[in-house]
């Protein structure tokens, strides 16, 4: 609020000589009256009975001079005591605000922003119209009664009720063009209120209509810390839509440079608001580009490494949206993300905190062999190892779907398995999450996956937990074969088929011999009754993500792939003797199946192999 002088005694007595020959009979006992209240004013309540009634006397005076002393009275009182009132008190401070005089002007508008800290009088302010009067009192030429005018609306914009009302009310133009006032606190008042305008879609585009846009960019490089917080927040906040990036993103070519800069400013919470107006601007691709181009990574960095939790958190969410580009992954990479994005996968004081940090690693594995193999060696794989079965299930998820994009890789497969992940994987695919059953299923299928198999690939990492933990790879296939879900059916018959490919003779046996596992793939390969569902990947796909997806392989092109895997499993089983991955292969190429899959050529297994594979990758794919 702008400055209201004191109210006493004293401006009373100052002006008696002048008041007692014009003032009414009313008006002098009110007068007299609040000499008195104010005398004793640490025991008097100025909200009810007489000492209301003379103030309330004294604002609907027509003598100026009493209306000023009102408003200053009022002004005063509600600076040292603010409590919910009700229209007795508010309808003579609305009266005095829409005074001419100046004076009057600005003590009605102070002592009104006071009484607009409570709750409940933000509500009535507005409900009796207070609006109107505030509107006109910013269009004021006077410095003092904008301050005051615009720190109230700041105010009355902090309840949610009334933002739409403020913003349908003409506020927002007037707003805007304080926001560029050259008083430092008008321009304080004005961008807090725009701020306070940005919590709701429809009044983000209110703001933008105004023109907001341009004076809150504009208003980065303010030397205010306060002026730059209040722009830096109400520009992440207009971010959260897509048609205002796309119009920052035609209209705003330095944003991004100066989201950049603020995030090394001396001003933590700038910083850290900066962070968060780029991972929202980051949701955009053009965006996720630029801030690298930009070197928003130095400064990402060194926030990612800070021991403020806000700024952690802030930049570790922005980190995961610019990861999302795979033109970023390697410069990430090369600035030295990955130890610091390891170290956050500890961080138990904050499970979101993690989650970005798998969810970036993941990201950064999504496309590159070469990123793969350096978040590996980076040591990940056995951090994961060594947390996944203690974080949150939030986490659980995330970083069971990182190891299913790792076990992607053909290279890795052999040096996951020998570090005992399996061990941890097994558990988590009877989670009471589906997501986390499903990606732990899919890193499995995954690592139990090779192309271009030879008789020298090791697969005694998958004979080593066949019944343990948990009952091992043979209790978590049963389950999966007899879910209702037929994305979990679909991963158990394509992660069989692969063990079966292996040409492992102790997997086969094992295989063949369980009166768990056969009966339930003779009832798949028989029938097909349950409805396709997805339980992986729940979450928003980045573009990593293939173009497949398992409930996209249960129909069209893909039905009835359960029940063909499932027959494929049936033929090797029941077959003679020691599968080969080449003897499988020439099977396939033979068209040594049943009957029924005559139709059913070398190409067309391995195109299915692939879509399964593919599928699998969707399921666990960056965001």
């Not at 007795?88 to 001419?100: R, V």
């Not at 707003?175 to 725009?194: E, W, Y």
């Not at 995954?446 to 198999?453: E, V």
Request: charged share 20%.
């Amino acid at each position: 609020m702008g400055v209201v002088s004191s109210c006493c005694e004293s401006c009373f007595h100052s002006r008696r000589s002048t008041y007692e020959p014009l003032l009414l009979e009313n008006e002098r006992e009110a007068v007299a009256d609040l000499l008195q209240y104010l005398e004793n004013r640490t025991t008097t309540d100025f909200f009810r009975d007489s000492p209301l009634a003379a103030l309330t006397t004294l604002s609907f005076s027509d003598n100026v001079d009493l209306q000023r002393s009102a408003a200053l009275a009022f002004a005063e009182i509600t600076e040292k005591e603010v409590r919910p009132v009700g229209r007795d008190t508010l309808d003579p401070i609305l009266f005095l605000l829409s005074s001419h005089d100046t004076e009057v002007q600005r003590a009605a508008s102070a002592a009104l922003g006071n009484l607009a800290v409570n709750t409940d009088n933000k509500l009535l302010i507005v409900k009796l119209g207070g609006l109107e009067p505030l509107i006109r009192q910013m269009l004021s030429p006077n410095v003092e009664v904008q301050c005051n005018a615009v720190g109230c609306v700041t105010n009355l914009a902090t309840h949610d009720d009334n933002k739409t009302k403020i913003a349908k009310s003409g506020a927002l133009v007037p707003l805007t063009r304080l926001a560029r006032s050259k008083d430092m606190r008008v321009q304080r008042n004005a961008t807090g209120a725009l701020l306070n305008m940005t919590h709701s879609d429809e009044n983000r585009q209110q703001l933008v209509n105004a023109g907001a846009i341009p004076v809150l960019v504009s208003l980065l490089n303010s030397p205010d810390t306060d002026v730059q917080y209040y722009c830096t927040t109400a520009l992440s906040n207009i971010a959260v839509d897509a048609h205002n990036r796309k119009k920052l993103a035609q209209t705003e070519p330095k944003l991004v440079s100066s989201l950049v800069q603020l995030m090394d400013s001396p001003s933590l919470k700038v910083q850290c608001q900066a962070a968060l107006a780029l991972r929202n601007l980051a949701s955009d691709e053009k965006y996720q580009l630029e801030i690298v181009k930009a070197d928003g990574l130095t400064s990402l960095l060194r926030l990612l490494q800070s021991t403020y939790l806000p700024l952690i958190l802030s930049a570790a969410a922005c980190v995961r949206n610019v990861s999302i580009h795979p033109q970023n992954e390697s410069p990430i990479i090369e600035s030295g993300f990955l130890q610091p994005l390891i170290n956050l996968l500890s961080f138990k004081d904050n499970e979101e905190v993690q989650c970005h940090a798998i969810s970036t690693l993941r990201n950064l594995a999504a496309s590159s062999e070469k990123n793969k193999q350096a978040i590996v060696k980076a040591g990940a794989v056995q951090s994961i190892k060594e947390l996944v079965l203690e974080v949150p299930m939030n986490v659980q998820s995330e970083m069971t779907a990182c190891i299913a994009v790792l076990a992607l890789s053909d290279e890795l497969k052999g040096q996951l398995l020998e570090m005992g992940i399996c061990e941890v994987l097994i558990p988590l695919t009877n989670s009471a999450s589906s997501e986390v059953q499903g990606n732990s299923a899919a890193a499995l299928g995954n690592l139990s996956s090779k192309d271009g198999r030879t008789t020298s690939d090791d697969y005694s990492a998958f004979n080593d937990v066949w019944d343990k933990p948990d009952g091992g790879m043979h209790r978590y296939l049963y389950r999966f074969l007899t879910s209702a879900d037929a994305t979990f059916q679909h991963i158990a018959v394509w992660t069989i088929v692969q063990l079966l490919e292996s040409g492992d003779p102790q997997l086969i046996s094992n295989i063949r011999s369980s009166s768990l596992l056969i009966p339930n793939i003779r009832s798949l390969a028989e029938t097909r009754t349950s409805t396709p569902t997805s339980s992986i990947g729940g979450t928003p796909h980045s573009h990593h993500s293939q173009a497949h997806s398992y409930q996209d392989t249960e129909t069209g092109n893909g039905h009835g792939e359960i029940q063909m895997l499932a027959r494929r499993i049936l033929d090797f089983t029941d077959s003679e003797g020691v599968i080969t991955p080449s003897a499988l292969a020439s099977q396939i190429q033979a068209g040594s199946f049943s009957q029924r899959d005559e139709s059913v050529s070398g190409r067309d297994h391995e195109e299915l192999r692939k879509s399964v594979r593919d599928a699998f990758a969707s399921g666990s794919s960056g965001h």
